[in-house]
């Protein structure tokens, strides 16, 4: 469900000259991040719950934490790029496509793709040096840092120390920025005089603040459970877990197809076309 959604979102904005504005552009690149992180945590949640096979190599395991990782700060960033794409359509709306041209928006995403693989690149290093003598029984279907760090029988602190630094300055100053972004574009609707317009101007707002929600919700969640829920059932961390990477790339495309009406019309357009065809 999460390829095929995700995948008509994609055909719908590339045959669809209309959607070729950077608002779609963004959630392009979105689609794609959430295509790439669930190629990379789906291998091993297969293999354990359809074939029973929960075993995973060292060296594969790290490389599946760095790609998830990575995906999970792009999406982050392509989350930020997309509050001040709403800003600049809402605050500047004349100038809307001289600011925000393809080249800008490839700059964007270059840049975003580069911070991300910036701040993960340390993290299989930081795994690799310490020893693991005890148990190697990890608590997810996938590898995190923060799961297999807890398995080494060494100091992690300097793991932990990096771990809440990039947690900081990257998902914590990104949330502010989007924080801030929708302060000025409240600032800015309230400024419209007409109500209708002032209404229509937050309607283009609603998909972006449903994926930041469901980008953040089930971060924070997976983060208390972490924190203080060590009493609870492993069926609760195994679920968390597992929302906190499923639910964002299969409800993303969802959001945007109902509550985008360019992308809902075409999406329609082309089933209706195909069932006229049958």
Not at 242 to 259: E, H, I, M
Request: with cysteine; hydrophobic share 50%.
């Amino acid at each position: 469900m999460t390829l095929l959604g995700n995948g008509a979102v994609l055909a719908t904005i590339k045959v669809d000259q209309s959607l070729h504005e950077p608002m779609y552009c963004f959630l392009s690149i979105l689609a794609l991040t959430d295509v790439g992180l669930s190629m990379s945590t789906l291998p091993s949640m297969l293999s354990v719950f359809w074939f029973n096979a929960p075993e995973v190599p060292f060296d594969a395991c790290i490389t599946q934490m760095f790609f998830i990782h990575s995906f999970r700060e792009v999406e982050s960033g392509v989350l930020v790029s997309m509050a001040f794409d709403r800003f600049v359509a809402i605050r500047h709306p004349l100038h809307y496509a001289s600011i925000l041209t393809h080249g800008i928006i490839g700059k964007i995403g270059i840049a975003v793709i580069i911070r991300a693989v910036c701040v993960v690149f340390p993290v299989p290093f930081l795994i690799k040096r310490l020893p693991f003598c005890h148990s190697n029984v990890l608590s997810h279907s996938y590898c995190l840092h923060q799961d297999a760090m807890r398995l080494a029988c060494a100091s992690t602190r300097v793991n932990s120390l990096y771990g809440l630094i990039v947690v900081i300055f990257t998902l914590g100053f990104d949330a502010l920025i989007i924080l801030f972004s929708y302060v000025l574009i409240l600032k800015t609707v309230l400024g419209i005089a007409s109500r209708a317009e002032r209404l229509k101007a937050l309607n283009t707002c609603l998909s972006h603040i449903c994926a930041v929600l469901l980008f953040y919700v089930p971060l924070i969640g997976v983060t208390i459970i972490h924190r203080f829920g060590k009493h609870l059932s492993p069926v609760v961390h195994t679920f968390m877990a597992n929302t906190y990477l499923l639910l964002p790339p299969l409800l993303n495309p969802v959001v945007y197809s109902v509550k985008t009406k360019q992308i809902r019309r075409r999406i329609i357009h082309v089933f209706q076309r195909r069932k006229n065809r049958v």
